[in-house]
């Protein structure tokens, strides 16, 4: 009976030891699959109607609330050369906060950040 004891103790202390570099290994990978680059061009002109319905409303970055002001694209500049545009709404998709992006509308703001913010 003792070594019946010992064995099950030394599989049960092996699956321990699995399951914790298991878990160790899985939240060290990162989670965010790496994207592919877009290359159709998008240009502001044509996403500005999704800026002004999504980004530039009352509250958000319309200018009065200290968050940015996406009312025209020399506005914008500040957060387009500091990178914030594409990773909120990019890589951590937190923006928009009161409204989502469909496959299509996430898509044009993609392309038009991959391809260099195109005026």
């Not at 060290?28 to 061009?41: F, G, H, I, L, Y």
Request: aromatic share 12%; hydrophobic share 30%; charged share 30%.
């Amino acid at each position: 009976m003792g070594g019946y004891y010992k064995k099950n103790m030394k599989v049960g202390f092996a699956c321990f030891i699995f399951c914790v570099l298991y878990i160790f290994v899985s939240c060290t990978k990162d989670k965010v699959p790496p994207r592919e680059k877009c290359t159709d061009e998008v240009s502001y002109e044509e996403i500005k109607f999704l800026i002004d319905r999504k980004c530039a409303s009352s509250g958000c970055h319309d200018g009065s609330s200290g968050y940015g002001d996406y009312r025209s694209y020399a506005d914008m500049k500040t957060e387009i050369a500091n990178g914030s545009i594409e990773e909120e709404v990019i890589l951590k998709g937190t923006m928009p906060q009161e409204d989502t992006l469909s496959e299509m509308e996430f898509r044009l703001i993609q392309c038009w950040i991959d391809n260099g913010y195109i005026e």
